[in-house]
């Protein structure tokens, strides 16, 4: 099962995923995203950070990247 990276930039750097999690594809890789995208923002909310620019990167075992998805890309807007 491959490894991905769910590395996040913002405009303030890179973090590194140091360890990554093993999932049978990229389409599952890009849903674990979007839903780690959720959880992050509402904890960046809570705390009165700015939310801002943040993207995943998802990232093969060789620090490829294979797509990224911008945080604010999972929030609706009315």
């Known amino acids: ?3 991905y990276y769910f590395n996040i930039r913002s405009s303030q750097g890179l973090i590194e995923d ?3 999690t ?3 594809d990229l ?4 849903a674990e ?3 780690s995208a959720r959880d992050l923002l ?3 909310l809570q705390a009165g950070e ?3 620019g943040q993207v995943f990167e998802i990232a ?3 620090g490829r990247v294979l797509d990224r998805l911008p945080f604010r890309s999972v929030v609706r807007f009315r």
């Open 42 to 44: 509402a904890s960046l």
């Open 60 to 62: 093969d075992g060789d």
């Open 27 to 30: 389409d599952t890789a890009r």
């Open 1 to 3: 099962m491959p490894r």
């Open 22 to 24: 093993d999932l049978p």
């Open 50 to 52: 700015e939310v801002d």
């Open 33 to 35: 995203a979007r839903q």
């Open 18 to 20: 140091p360890d990554g």
